[in-house]
């Protein structure tokens, strides 16, 4: 068993920056890939990036490339996600995800996430 708490979310103005966190209890984080979805308002929950267990691949959204950034402590359970260059479009409730069956090649998909964070909310003003 996984539980994530996510933080770190907020209002800010196009062009900022954020720093979500997700911490998470459980024994299998090291071994689990580690994903940010996202879910913008009145629209499908959609990826936004991944990691691997060992955090040596990650994977992004077209979307975010270049102004996002997803990294994983695993001594602190925690993964993270840098956003930079924030746009009104990045506005959403972004949830973590943990996968200790999702492989390399599934990372986008968020069926194979076996647990989930509450979500915490992004708001970007132009």
């Known amino acids: 068993q996984v539980q994530l708490v996510e933080s770190g979310g907020g209002l800010v103005q196009a062009g900022g920056s954020l720093r979500l966190s997700c911490a998470a209890s459980?024994?299998?984080?090291?071994?689990?890939?580690m994903g940010w979805f996202r879910q913008p308002p009145g629209k499908e929950r959609e990826f936004v990036a991944a990691?691997?267990?060992?955090?040596?691949?990650?994977d992004y959204a077209d979307s975010v490339k270049a102004r996002f950034t997803i990294a994983r402590h695993n001594a602190k359970n925690t993964v993270y996600l840098q956003m930079n260059s924030l746009k009104p479009e990045d506005t959403a409730v972004y949830y973590c995800?943990?996968?200790?069956?999702?492989?390399?090649?599934?990372?986008?998909?968020?069926?194979?996430?076996?647990?989930w964070g509450q979500g915490t909310q992004v708001t970007v003003s132009s």
């Open positions: 995800a943990a996968g200790p069956s999702v492989t390399i090649a599934d990372m986008k998909s968020a069926s194979g996430y076996a647990y």
């Open positions: 990691i691997s267990y060992g955090g040596g691949i990650t």
């Open positions: 459980g024994h299998t984080f090291s071994g689990s890939a």
